[in-house]
């Protein structure tokens, strides 16, 4: 049936898929299906259908920041990737949710546009940067955000404001509803394209020094506990290193969990819940994971 409905509608789609080719740690286990619409409205109808036939759904933007359970997804995973699309009116920038940010921030960079050089190097996209409101070396993706387009559980088109996004540290409105973001409108200022460009070099260079980007991961494993930087705690407890499985806390970057061959979600799990347990019973502080488990 849901073949069927994906041919009839032009959507392009994978059966039985792996989720280590859709993720940046590369584990978990396959998908039922995953279906990528090409445009609004046909990502809106996809939702429409799975909801009246029950069918179970999950959007994924790029994988960068989510791992999945090493027995699959038994439902339908819709990626946003095809979604990849900007138009610009003076300082006005609408852009799809599948584009990459490093790939808006070089975009806005080329036009002088500034706003979002910080993200050059985060490997998610629009709508995984919204959802998280993503954010590095003293920028958030929410600081110019106007307004963010969604299609809602019934895959009717809506809009929200800034103000309704309820931004603040990696928490959003969006971690409330099963909406899926389709596109933003950004406000963006005029900038200096070279000094644009210094700026996002140099955070790339700061990424490629301390970042452990040989290795496949979600990034930093944990929130910033109030007061402190988890990656500080994580080494002083003295746990990098420490190994679960194929999993292990990256002898480069405490903050993060590496993935170093072979590892399962089961082992990303496990280790992280220790990493959390010996730094609440070492520091007192608690630890939450950023990565999100599906
Ligand atoms: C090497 C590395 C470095 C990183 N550095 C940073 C950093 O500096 N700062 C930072 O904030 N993060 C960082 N991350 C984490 C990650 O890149 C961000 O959280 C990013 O915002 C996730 O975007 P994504 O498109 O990959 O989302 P995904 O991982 O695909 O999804 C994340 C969540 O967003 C939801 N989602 C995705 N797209 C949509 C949509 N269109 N509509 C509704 N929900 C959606 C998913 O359902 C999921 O719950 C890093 C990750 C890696 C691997």
């Known amino acids: 049936m849901i073949k069927n409905f994906l041919t009839v509608h032009n959507i392009d789609a994978h059966f039985d898929e792996s989720m280590k080719k859709h993720t940046t740690f590369k584990v978990g286990g396959n998908a039922m299906c995953i279906a990528m619409p090409d445009t609004v409205e046909k990502a809106g109808v996809l939702i429409k259908f799975l909801k009246e036939n029950n069918i179970s759904y999950y959007i994924l933007g790029n994988g960068s920041n989510v791992i999945f359970n090493d027995n699959g997804f038994d439902g339908v995973i819709i990626k946003t990737s095809n979604l990849n699309f900007m138009e610009i009116e003076n300082n006005t920038v609408t852009v799809g949710a599948g584009m990459l940010m ?53 895959g009717n088109l809506n809009t929200i404001s800034k103000e309704e996004c309820h931004f603040a540290y990696r928490h959003t409105e969006f971690m409330n509803h ?62 990098k290193g420490l190994t679960v499985g194929g999993a292990q806390v990256s002898e480069k970057h405490a903050g993060f969990i590496v993935n170093t061959g072979n590892a399962t979600c089961r082992d990303i799990v496990n280790l992280a819940d220790k990493v959390a347990q010996i730094v609440l019973e070492q520091k007192g502080v608690v630890l939450e994971k950023e990565m999100i488990i599906v």
């Open 178 to 239: 099963k909406w899926m973001i389709v596109s933003a409108v950004f406000e963006m200022q005029q900038g200096n394209s070279e000094e644009m460009l210094a700026f996002m070099e140099d955070i790339m260079q700061r990424r490629k020094d301390k970042q452990p980007l040989d290795k496949p991961s979600a990034g930093s494993s944990f929130k910033r506990p109030a007061g402190y930087f988890a990656a500080a705690l994580i080494d002083e407890c003295g746990l």
């Open 102 to 154: 490093t790939s808006f921030s070089k975009a806005m960079q080329l036009k002088g546009l500034s706003g979002v050089e910080f993200c050059y190097g985060i490997p998610g996209n629009i709508g995984g940067g919204i959802y998280m409101n993503a954010g590095a070396y003293g920028g958030e993706i929410s600081n110019c955000i106007k307004s963010v387009n969604y299609l809602d559980e019934n």
